[in-house]
């Protein structure tokens, strides 16, 4: 039985890489330029209302598209959610099916990314439903590395 265990993670973490493929060069890994400005200590909780859907978010120049949310915040404010890269947020398109006027909690790393503010988003809640997309120093479970998680 351990070695089915083994042999499913195994299997798991090499389907991930090949579906993959260069993707982990776009800009949107651990250790790109756009990463290095999540900031843990502007790690916060917020609520809003889903206003608008961006499927092709670009934070800095050279960077793959992405999956943002804008939201509306009890304060009146517009926030920009920074959710992740394209090929990795379609899978989760079902999961989280948000649209505009959907009632979200978001939690990540409020930062400005290009001259405007955004959250690098670290979990959302839709209803009961919760995704994680990065950890709570900033590492995204699509460059992941197992210590991390």
Known sequence: M????????LAFLLASAALAGDARLDGWQ????YNKHFNPKTVQTVRGTVVALERDLRPLPGMASGFGVMIQTGDQEELNLHIGPTWFTQN???DWKVQPGDEV???????????????MVVWGRKGDHVMTVRNHEGAP?????IEGF
Not at 141 to 145: A, E, F
Request: proline share 3%; glycine share 12%.
């Open 2 to 9: 351990r070695r089915l265990g083994l042999t499913l993670i």
């Open 105 to 119: 909690e978001v939690r990540g790393s409020l930062v400005e990314v290009g001259g405007k503010k955004a959250m």
């Open 92 to 94: 989760y398109r079902d």
């Open 30 to 33: 651990r250790d790109s330029p």
């Open 141 to 145: 479970v699509w460059d992941i590395k």
